[in-house]
């Protein structure tokens, strides 16, 4: 059978530890975490007030499926849509540009060639005007020469009618004097008679060069 005074140490130990839980209970509760210290110092965090726990399951269920949560769009980010249609616009803004410049370009050359044409037009007219004065030029002149060609020939008739008149003796003598040009016009409108009557006085060189150069006329 125990002692008394072992009795009395089992009392006063089992009085000390609900002393103990006492005061552990007292700190526990008065602590800002209701955390619970114990001697060994371990620890242990009261469960989470019923309300708050709760609030926080609450919270969890409103969370989205998958574990991803809602995101609000980043203000920074372009609308893909609206990038695409911004480049469309400013591709359209290009393309009518160009048409424009293209446009300008082929009014530009358009009036051009028109400028070209009135040119071409009035070089045309010009060379018809100076082919028109130039044939009558050449008209004129024919004309001038035909009228020249007369009037040296009937000169030259006059001449070989006169030659013809005269003695021939005296008509040599003129002959021999005479340019040798001028003479074989004469002789070559002259009758072969007349003619021969004529040189037979007339020097026998000079003769000679009047009767070659009849012979090789050109007809």
């Known amino acids: 059978m125990p002692s008394v005074k072992a009795v009395r140490t089992v009392v006063v130990c089992v009085l000390l530890f609900v002393v103990s839980l006492i005061s552990w209970k007292t700190a526990w509760l008065t602590s800002p975490g209701n955390t619970l210290f114990f001697p060994d110092g371990l620890a242990f965090a009261q469960d989470e007030n019923p309300e708050e726990k709760a609030t926080a399951e609450g919270e969890d269920e409103k969370k989205p499926e998958d574990g991803k949560a809602g995101k609000t769009p ?11 249609l911004e480049g469309l616009e400013e591709k ?34 010009l060379k018809q ?9 050449e008209q004129k002149k024919t004309e001038q020469e035909i009228q020249k060609q007369a009037a040296f020939d009937a000169k030259m008739n006059r001449l070989v009618k006169m030659y013809s008149g005269m003695k021939p003796k005296k008509a040599a003598a003129i002959v021999d004097k ?27 060189e000079k003769a000679a060069k ?3 150069r009849i012979a090789f006329k050109k007809p």
Do not use: G, N, Y
């Not at 340019?179 to 009557?197: L, N």
């Open 74 to 84: 980043c203000p920074e980010c372009p609308d893909p849509a609206k990038v695409v």
């Open 92 to 125: 359209r803004a290009a393309v009518a540009k160009d048409q424009e410049r293209l446009d300008q370009e082929k009014k530009r050359l358009e009036t051009f060639k028109e400028e070209i044409d009135e040119k071409l037009a009035k070089l045309d007219a």
């Open 129 to 137: 005007q100076i082919d028109a004065d130039l044939a009558r030029m």
């Open 178 to 204: 005479m340019d040798i040009e001028v003479a074989k016009q004469i002789f070559s409108r002259m009758r072969e008679t007349s003619a021969a009557q004529i040189l037979a006085f007339v020097d026998s």
């Open 210 to 212: 009047i009767s070659e």
